[in-house]
């Protein structure tokens, strides 16, 4: 899908959440210091970034250069994280790596592929670890005005054909039949609060209403959320707990 997030670099780097150092920390203890760990469809480094303080190396693997670009910019000063444009169809042409994980990209992909391609290349003891949110995230306080002004625009959401909202299959179904059956699942809460700019910032982070998919619409509608949201909640202040999943898979015992 040619600029599924066009021109959503600066927005998803600056509003979407990072996963909290705890989760971070989760995965370097996972993953050990003397290891080269992918991160697949890294987006602008949210997770390669902070990784890359306590790993050997960070592979940080995108398709799309503007989010490439981003992460080179905010880890300028970080020295062990390689950017690379690729995605999960060319996973043998990259550099060998220890550990792979996935953050809010693993639904965009042919997950079983990709997963009985990992057997092939991950090395005994290599893990697979998936970080996002929980099977049933709570609705953020935003988004049932949200929702009407993507109405408004029909930017419905649109889903990947292999994701969890397609199909009904979490990662948790498809790692369980998988080679990376033995699973382990810890959940991170993080309180977060948001004003105006950053609600109508994070819209414009996600790939149905990515500026490139409204184009000369961009100033329409943000005007439009703006008026939406000032409706919803004059204090222009919202909070929200999210919950992230660490989602640690790995070849069972034999």
Known sequence: MKDLFGGAAPYYAKYRSGHGDPAIEHLAMTFGRDSTVLDLGCGPGTIAIPLARSVREVLAVDPDEEMLAEGRRLAADVPNVRWIRGDSTRLRELPAFDHIVMGRSFHWMDRRTVLAELDELLPPGGVVAIVGPTRDPQEEPWEPAMRRVRDEFDVNTFTASNSYQATGEHPHDVLAVSPFSDMDSTMYEDRLVYDLNAVIGLQLSYSYTAPARL??????????????????????RWEHVAVTEVLIARRPQK
């Open 215 to 236: 184009g000369t619409r961009v100033e329409s509608f943000k005007e439009a959320a703006r008026k939406a949201l000032a409706g919803l909640n004059r204090t222009g």
